[in-house]
């Protein structure tokens, strides 16, 4: 039996369905599009009987995706099943997804109906979609509650009818992962033509078991995985894809294959929860916020002599950049010191002691120290003997007219006050700056660095500025959250260093 796992997404059906997480066609058209980059084998992009927009949706995704499969969902009912067929007209690969359910209670309470009616419904279902397309795949619907000599029954009959693919849903998720692999190993070995179809599970998160039934499910035999993006879906949700794929990559014992890139799941993850307005939860495995972010004094020493000794998973393979160093009361000297070091600042032991005692007095008040806080626990204490300091700085940018910088300096305890108009708002304030300091004439500026440390419009910036004077190069440095402030301050670094 081969070991390719099939990827089959259901974030664009199932995980929709969930209240306030409607997409219109555009956004399902995005997220269908990521989800072919990321490699995805099938997305069940709809329900298309179930609205016209739902309809228009799976026609679209059908032209706009090539490689995946594109499944549509119906009852087993023929109307749904014409209407599946025609939203998929324009799939390069179509399979229509229909079911019943199979459990005693579904029977009774949602059918009125008998077993043997279920299968006869079930079977004539498959064969009319048959009619359509290649690709079938039949859903016992509560399987998971299901009796498993009756499912063994129903499936050995809809695989006769032509069910290219078996989906075992524990549509309540109810089952524990021994229950459901015994389920799969059960039908593994009592439907005679089992190895005409293949198995796939399709497991919901009430009891928050749904990875682990679908690592039950594929350890017994099941070769597709029904998942969703984030896990969104009904009530506690479905399977999380991003969980199913690293669970299998982190234990390549288990040798299971499958075609996801995985460096494009924080990516997706956010896409899907910023255009479904469905916030992650900063604990998720994976994609949560915190999933790579460490803030206890113990595990920041060890993370920082070697990340693995408290992690499992290299960030950067689910594209998260780094290991997050959260600098809170609860952080040792290990992480102070690093992140300063990030800054660009290198202190011996006993300034890192000394700014500790601070840095834990600051923190005892936040929940946590940003850069900008470190920069106030070290600035005032770098700036405090320099003969050079910057006082007040205001720069006007306006569009097609030259910026204009007022710089008032202070000199040894006296203040000096100009202005000057330059390229940019960084060259004017240079220029404001040299305009007080007539011995900048002879120096010149030929290195200029400005990094972002972190990400985003609201980042702190680096600044690594040389200067030459005499053929002898000095360096300067300063960080600040506006790049004007922090290329003045490192300019002034460098000329109280001269
Ligand atoms: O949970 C479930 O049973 C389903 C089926 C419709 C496949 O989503
Ligand atoms: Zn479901």
């Known amino acids: 039996m081969s070991n390719r796992i099939y990827i089959f997404d259901t974030t664009l059906r199932d995980g929709e369905q969930v209240p306030g997480c409607q997409l219109n066609t555009i ?70 997804h229909t079911g019943i359910g199979t459990s005693d209670y579904h029977i009774k309470h949602k059918f009125n109906s008998t077993r043997d009616e279920i299968i006869e419904r ?25 009796d498993n000599e009756f499912l063994a029954r129903v499936i050995e009959a809809v695989v006769k009818a032509g069910a290219t693919v078996c989906n075992i849903p524990d549509t309540t998720g109810y089952c524990l992962p021994h229950q459901y692999g015994e389920k799969i190993a059960y039908l593994m070995n009592n439907v005679p033509n ?65 075609n996801i890139d995985s460096k494009q799941l924080n990516g997706i993850s956010k896409l899907v929860s910023t255009l479904m307005n469905m916030p992650v939860q900063a604990n998720k495995a994976i994609v ?16 920082l002599k070697n990340r693995e000794n408290y992690e499992i998973i290299d960030p950067a393979d689910v594209g998260v950049d780094e290991s997050a160093i959260v600098l809170t009361a609860r952080s040792g000297r290990a992480a102070l010191k690093h992140r300063l070091e990030v800054l660009g600042f290198t202190f011996s032991k006993e300034k890192i002691d000394e700014y500790y005692e601070k840095f834990l007095i600051m923190a005892d008040k936040r929940r946590e120290l940003t850069n900008d806080d470190l920069m106030m626990l070290v600035g005032e204490e770098k700036n ?67 990094q972002g440390v972190s990400k985003g419009s609201d980042d702190f910036c680096k600044v690594h500025m040389g200067l030459e004077k005499d053929s002898k190069l000095i360096r300067g440095f300063s960080s600040s959250s506006d790049i004007v402030t922090a290329s003045v301050e490192a300019y002034l670094d460098a000329l109280n260093k001269i």
């Open 27 to 96: 956004e399902k058209i995005e997220v269908a599009k990521a989800l072919e980059k990321l490699g995805v084998d099938v997305i069940e992009a709809g329900f298309p009987v179930s609205s016209p927009g739902d309809f228009q949706s799976v026609v679209e995704i059908s032209k706009a995706v090539s490689n995946p499969t594109i499944c549509a969902l119906t009852r087993s009912v023929e109307k749904d099943i014409d209407v599946a067929a025609e939203a998929l007209k324009y799939a390069k690969k179509g399979r229509i």
């Open 122 to 146: 079930a079977v004539k279902a498959v064969k009319y979609a048959r009619k359509f397309v290649d690709d079938v795949e039949f859903y016992a619907e509560d399987a998971g509650r299901s």
């Open 194 to 258: 089992i190895d005409k179809t293949i198995l796939s599970t399709h497991c919901h998160n009430d009891l928050g078991l749904a990875t682990a039934n679908t690592l039950a499910g594929i350890s017994n035999g099941a070769r597709q995985v029904e998942v969703t993006i984030n896990g969104i879906g009904e009530r506690a949700g479905n399977t999380s894809l991003e969980e199913v794929v690293m669970a299998i990559k982190c234990h390549q014992d288990l040798a299971f294959e499958n």
């Open 288 to 303: 949560g916020k915190n999933a790579f972010a460490h803030s206890s004094g113990i595990h920041q020493d060890g993370v």
């Open 384 to 450: 405090k003997d320099k003969k050079i300091k910057l006082k007040f700085l205001q720069v006007t940018s306006i569009s097609s007219v030259k910026p204009t910088a007022i710089v008032h300096l202070d000199i040894n305890g006296v203040t000096f006050e100009s202005t000057a108009t330059g390229n940019g708002p960084v060259d004017a304030a240079i220029k404001a700056v040299k305009k007080i300091i007539p011995d900048t004439e002879k120096v010149t500026m030929n290195e200029y660095l400005i």
